[in-house]
């Protein structure tokens, strides 16, 4: 009978959880949407990766995504053959609503509202950024990708992630990679590379681990952002992330 009652409470307590995150900004890199060999877009993976926030939808959260444009554009590589780096960017910029338009379509066919917002401007394509407006989309349950980044050259994907989970008032950035956290050395190339579970924003800073770049870092640290590191790559991972779980690296104050 003890045992009985035992499994009873652990179900209710099971079917009872709530998210502790009411609203997200899921920062993604290119590579999330790419094809075989890292470059272009695929959309298969975009179908996977639709199905994956269509749960996190499914429990109320309302979220927020900016991605970026490795898969079809580095704006080092340009820069490195003796481009200018505004232009560089800007290209960067136009990749990203790309992808945004590309997984805006894949999570309209599996059924969720999505609008893509961009800070350049181009309403053939796009609803300009409007920060109320964003929220209202999200408040309406909408899922909104935020493309264009910043609007600005010299400003990454990183950054203008961590801006809009400002401005949208999000509780947290997920930024999901290829690796399940932030370790001490690039776990693909070093075996012995040691993860962390918790990292507080200076010390991110200070070992310059390369999660996101220093200025995402710290207007995170400014405003008491938190985020967490994780693998996309995983399943249920980002479920695990808005339950509360520990999943990935947590860096806090």
Same mark, same amino acid.
Do not use: C, W
């Given at each position: 009978m003890l045992a009985r009652n035992i499994i009873e409470e652990a179900i209710i307590e099971e079917t009872t959880k709530k998210p502790i995150y009411q609203r997200i900004l899921l920062k993604l890199g290119g590579e999330a949407i790419a094809g075989p060999e890292g470059f272009g877009i695929d959309p298969k993976r975009a179908e996977g990766l639709a199905g994956e926030i269509q749960h996190v939808r499914e429990l109320g959260v309302q979220t927020a995504i900016v991605i970026g444009a490795g898969n079809l554009w580095r704006g080092r590589d340009g820069i490195a053959r =003796?481009?200018?780096?505004?232009?560089?960017?800007?290209?960067?910029?136009?990749?990203?609503?790309?992808?945004?338009?590309?997984?805006?379509? #894949?999570? *309209?066919?599996?059924?969720?509202?999505?609008?893509?917002?961009? $800070?350049? *401007?181009?309403? %053939?394509? #796009?609803?300009?950024?409007?920060?109320?407006?964003?929220?209202?989309?999200?408040?309406?349950?909408?899922?909104?990708?935020?493309? =264009? =980044?910043?609007?600005?050259?010299?400003?990454?994907?990183?950054? $203008? %992630?961590?801006?809009? #989970?400002?401005?949208?008032?999000?509780?947290?950035?997920? +930024? $999901?990679?290829?690796?399940?956290?932030?370790?001490? #050395?690039?776990? *693909?190339?070093?075996?012995?590379? +040691?993860?962390?579970?918790r990292l507080t924003y200076i010390e991110a800073l200070n070992r310059r681990l390369q999660v996101m770049d220093s200025t995402a870092i710290s207007l995170c640290m400014e405003n008491a952002l938190p985020i967490i590191v994780l693998s996309m790559w995983k399943m249920d991972n980002l479920i695990k992330a808005v339950m509360g779980e520990p999943v990935g690296t947590l860096i806090t104050e």
């Open positions: =003796g481009m200018e780096q505004a232009t560089a960017d800007y290209m960067g910029m136009l990749g990203t609503v790309m992808n945004s338009m590309a997984l805006m379509d #894949a999570l *309209e066919r599996s059924g969720i509202v999505t609008r893509v917002m961009s $800070a350049l *401007e181009m309403r %053939a394509v #796009a609803e300009p950024y409007i920060r109320r407006r964003a929220i209202r989309h999200l408040e309406k349950g909408r899922v909104v990708i935020l493309g =264009g =980044g910043t609007g600005n050259p010299y400003f990454s994907t990183d950054t $203008a %992630a961590a801006l809009r #989970a400002m401005e949208i008032d999000a509780d947290i950035v997920i +930024k $999901a990679t290829r690796v399940d956290g932030v370790y001490d #050395a690039d776990p *693909e190339i070093d075996p012995d590379a +040691k993860r962390f579970d």
